[in-house]
């Protein structure tokens, strides 16, 4: 594919595989040793967990970086571009950069089949590879065991959480999807885990003999006595008053710290981390589509891929802490295949009002559909399309309310789009 641009590229892989996912490590595997690409960076991160994994990833590049380290990032999926799939540094890859790593991988495969999250995990690699990066922090986009960046053997494994999510991929239960992320792991080798993982994880963890580093049990979060800081606490280190992210939920960045922290650690030569290092990294640590404040209109519209029970009732204490006396309206859509009611159930104590949105393509629910979803006791206003259904969040609310925008990665993206043109007017 000569002078093929990235959407040529984007356009191919989605096509060259008969389906888009294939479970099963063996022609990745086949493809990243072809190129060299195992290990893929001075030492490794992989990051799996129903949620949480974009913004432990993300805090955990900000404080490596801070640190004086060149990281690279995997982050899935994206929510506006591709490019937001593969960061070093934190920015985005070029297109320049994005074409010739698929060309590199399209080169290497020969005949073997490859999915577009399998192009799409290799491209990562020999992008971090080629620009020598020093970690390389991969998320994982489904399950663990059989995810494309579990051909790496990452020197620490994270699992953020474990939820009801993908069940016709991982599993009926918590235990089954647990044991699926926990997959990520290996022998002897340092983990970190979010505060609320299945038995199956633990089991895991114990059977290959790991270092076990949890939230709540080797590391705390600490709520600061004004209520406007928070705190890390460790046998490594102790920052007692850490300003929030705004953005990222303090629990995701204690596991971000710790898992830098043990990075950083055996890098050698390693310079002191303070305080001060990890709160400015911190405050400059961001993530499209997480917790996205845009003020629009005297309203704070808050964006947020939220799509599952446990998201929901995450994203719920969230809200909770950081708005607990202002009006919530929820622009709220989802795809057939997902437990709307649970997802409802869960934000529903902090939701003021309803606005049902479209959501395009065939596994998208219409607004209509949407509102006939709704739990006992739930009302919700059917109002279409994105655009109307914003304009109407905005007409029927006071400045000052917030207006969240949650329910899908395609729906978030449609609301960052329209909100931006709004700022431009």
Request: charged content about 20%; overall charge negative; some cysteine.
């Amino acid at each position: 594919m000569t002078s093929a641009t990235l959407d040529d590229w984007l356009e191919y892989i989605e096509r060259v595989h008969p389906r888009d996912i294939e479970m099963g490590l063996q022609r990745v595997t086949v493809v990243a040793e072809r190129m060299g690409l195992l290990v893929p960076a001075r030492r490794t991160v992989i990051v799996a967990g129903t949620n949480g994994k974009g913004s432990t990833c993300v805090a955990t590049e900000a404080v490596l970086r801070q640190l004086g380290w060149r990281v690279g990032t995997t982050l899935s999926p994206h929510v506006s571009h591709f490019s937001e799939r593969v960061r070093i540094d934190a920015e985005p890859c070029s297109d320049e950069v994005l074409c010739a790593g698929f060309a590199a991988v399209e080169a290497a495969r020969g005949d073997i089949p490859l999915t577009y999250f399998e192009f799409s995990a290799l491209l990562a690699l020999h992008c971090f590879k080629a620009a020598a990066v020093d970690v390389a922090i991969l998320e994982v986009g489904l399950g663990g065991r059989l995810d494309a960046f579990n051909v790496v053997s990452a020197d620490v494994a994270v699992v953020t959480s474990i939820g009801l999510d993908h069940m016709e991929y991982l599993g009926a239960d918590e235990e089954q999807i647990g044991a699926e992320k926990a997959g990520v792991m290996r022998p002897h080798q340092q983990v970190v885990l979010g505060p609320q993982v299945s038995h199956s994880v633990l089991a895991r963890a114990a059977e290959l003999h790991c270092s076990v580093h949890q939230c709540g049990q080797t590391f705390f979060v600490d709520p600061d006595s004004d209520g406007a800081h928070w705190g890390y606490r460790s046998s490594l280190v102790n920052f007692p008053g850490v300003a929030p992210n705004m953005s990222l939920a303090s629990v995701n960045c204690a596991m971000g710290i710790h898992a830098a922290l043990l990075v950083h650690a055996s890098l050698g030569n390693a310079p002191a981390v303070t305080q001060e290092v990890v709160a400015k990294a911190l405050a400059q640590a961001s993530l499209p589509g997480r917790m996205e404040q845009i003020s629009a209109g005297g309203r704070d519209f808050l964006l947020d891929v939220a799509h599952n029970p446990a998201g929901a009732r995450f994203l719920a204490a969230e809200l909770a802490r950081r708005y607990p006396k202002r009006q919530l309206t929820a622009v709220f859509g989802s795809l057939r295949d997902k437990d709307t009611g649970g997802v409802v159930a869960g934000l529903a104590e902090r939701i003021d009002q309803w606005i049902g949105v479209d959501v395009p393509g065939p596994r998208g629910l219409s607004a209509v559909e949407l509102a006939q979803r709704m739990p006992p006791g739930v009302v919700c206003t059917a109002a279409g399309g994105i655009d109307s259904a914003l304009q109407r969040a905005r007409s029927e609310t006071s400045p000052g309310d917030v207006i969240l925008v949650c329910g899908s990665f395609t729906l978030v993206d449609a609301a960052r789009s329209h909100l931006q043109q709004w700022l431009a007017a």
